[in-house]
């Protein structure tokens, strides 16, 4: 099975512009997540997606960062404008816990931003 | 809400010799427990999970974890490193009820030959 894709890999950008970064998870998986992985710290949830609608973005900068995930499939997250701390890796993962209830969270190889 | 905190942030062993890493967590209700371990420039990838059990499990590359409910912990071991298990490794935790992860600070793991 195909894993979860990401891209780009990498994303240099200055400060105060915008940045989007896209997901595809695994086909069929429900539940789509964002976290936001600093150096030095282990990743943090900024939203979690089940099909189409969000169930948890609490962790989420409302005024700089959104996500969407419009057709229950692909995702994508936002960020307009950037600050030089959103420098960290952004990992999307999904899961399927309709047909497992403990379905591990499979994650993409992340996309790498640097704000300067 | 849980909390997951992992003591050792770097772990230098050389190889073919023991490594533990520590992890403690905090929570109120019913958890399952995970490992994570990521290399370099790759995405986390689980290593191995407690849900419910036998307190000892195991993964298929030789480490395994004990989770101690007294002592809210969730150590990783292995007997006997090599140069390939030099990566990061995440503690992570989730309440039985939901699905979302919370992760610890994470432990570098640098085997020396």
């Known amino acids: 099975e195909a894993g979860v894709a990401q891209s780009p890999r990498y994303k240099i950008i200055e400060k105060r512009q915008s940045v989007a970064f896209w997901c595809n998870p695994i086909?069929?998986?429900?539940?789509l997540y964002w976290y936001q992985q600093i150096l030095g710290q282990g990743p943090k949830l900024l939203i979690q997606?089940?099909?189409?609608?969000?169930?948890?973005d609490s962790q989420l900068p409302k005024d700089r960062f959104s996500a969407e995930r419009l057709k229950g499939v692909d995702s994508t997250l936002k960020i307009q404008p950037a600050k030089l701390e959103d420098s960290a890796v952004y990992l999307c993962?999904?899961?399927?816990?309709?047909?497992?209830?403990?379905?591990?969270?499979?994650f993409g190889n992340g996309t790498r931003l640097t704000v300067t | 809400a849980q909390s997951v905190t992992q003591l050792d942030s770097q772990v230098p062993v050389f190889e073919e010799a023991p490594v533990e890493l520590r992890c403690n967590y905090s929570?109120?209700?019913?958890?399952?427990l995970f490992w994570y371990v990521q290399y370099p420039n790759q995405g986390l990838q689980l290593l191995l999970k407690?849900?419910?059990?036998?307190?000892l499990v195991e993964s298929i590359n030789g480490f395994e974890a004990e989770f101690n409910k007294s002592q809210t912990s969730f150590h990783l071991r292995k007997p006997s490193v090599h140069i390939s298990d030099t990566a990061e490794y995440f503690c992570a935790v989730r309440k039985a009820a939901g699905n979302k992860l919370t992760f610890g600070g994470g432990t570098r793991v640098l085997v020396k030959p």
């Open positions: 086909s069929g998986h429900a539940t």
């Open positions: 993962a999904s899961s399927n816990p309709t047909a497992n209830r403990n379905s591990p969270l499979h």
């Open positions: 997606f089940q099909n189409n609608g969000v169930v948890d």
């Open positions: 929570s109120s209700v019913s958890v399952y």
């Open positions: 407690y849900l419910s059990g036998s307190t």
